[in-house]
């Protein structure tokens, strides 16, 4: 089992910046990847990030590419997403998620999530 708690949200003006935590507990996070996905107003969950388990590999969504940074440290057992240039669109309820599966950019390929943290970014 691995529980996940996100921090870090909260609201911010268009243009500033906002950096995630997920803090992971239980076995083997060194041995996840680990994802950030986000669920916005009347939308359906989508991808946003993802970090595989060494940490040499990221994958973003086009729409965050060039403005999100995702991170881990496996020493800490967390993983972060440091989100800069946020605009409104980006308004919605991030989720960190773990996962054992080759695939990272789906929902699906994930075991574990946490409740979530508001990111509401004004215009």
Known sequence: QVQLVESGGGLVQAGGSLRLSC?????????????????????EREF?????RSGGSTYYADSV???FTISRDNAKNTVSLQMNNLKPEDTAVY?????SSIVVTMSMSYDYWGQGTQVTVSS
């Not at 946003?48 to 595989?52: D, K, L, P, T």
């Not at 989720?95 to 996962?99: L, N, P, S, T, V």
């Open 48 to 52: 946003v990030a993802a970090i595989r």
């Open 95 to 99: 989720y960190c998620a773990a996962g």
């Open 23 to 43: 803090a992971a507990s239980g076995r083997a996070f060194s041995m996840r990847q680990m994802g950030w996905f986000r669920q916005g107003p009347g939308k």
């Open 65 to 67: 590419k060039g403005r």
